[in-house]
């Protein structure tokens, strides 16, 4: 499955899943990758069993299975968005350093530049 199929599927719940009301949200205490692992291996067998669950669990509202492979996979999509914002950027010192290289590159290249430009005038002057 590719990335933009797991954006699909986060797509076409987002707008449900905004909907929700603060307080009804709970805290999340598990591995989001492993929940998705988890689910998309047993909802084949869970899709298999609809009707059991169905006169089973009376009060359980089946359109939650239905909709099972579009949440989970929803959730996978928004735990890579999760990852790549707090994704760690580097730190000022090292920016620095890097800054401060590329600075001396650049100067060293113009010292270069002005050696050759001065010896071609110095020479030209001459003759």
Do not use: C
């Not at 707090?86 to 010192?93: E, F, G, Q, R």
Request: hydrophobic share 40%; glycine share 4%.
């Amino acid at each position: 499955m590719t990335i933009d199929a797991y954006r699909t599927y986060f797509d076409a719940i987002e707008k449900e899943a905004n909907e929700v009301p603060l307080a009804e949200l709970l805290r999340v205490n598990i591995d989001p990758e492993a929940a998705v692992l988890l689910v998309v291996g047993v909802l084949p067998r869970l899709m298999a069993l609809r009707e059991e669950i169905r006169t089973q669990l009376p009060n359980f509202r089946i359109s939650h299975l239905e909709k099972l492979e579009a949440y989970t996979k929803g959730l996978g999509h928004a735990h890579a968005l999760h990852l790549a914002a707090n994704a760690p950027s580097k730190t000022v010192p090292e920016l620095a350093s890097r800054a401060r290289r590329r600075s001396w590159r650049r100067s060293k290249k113009m010292r270069a530049r002005s050696r050759v430009a001065g010896s071609s005038t110095q020479s030209s002057s001459r003759g």
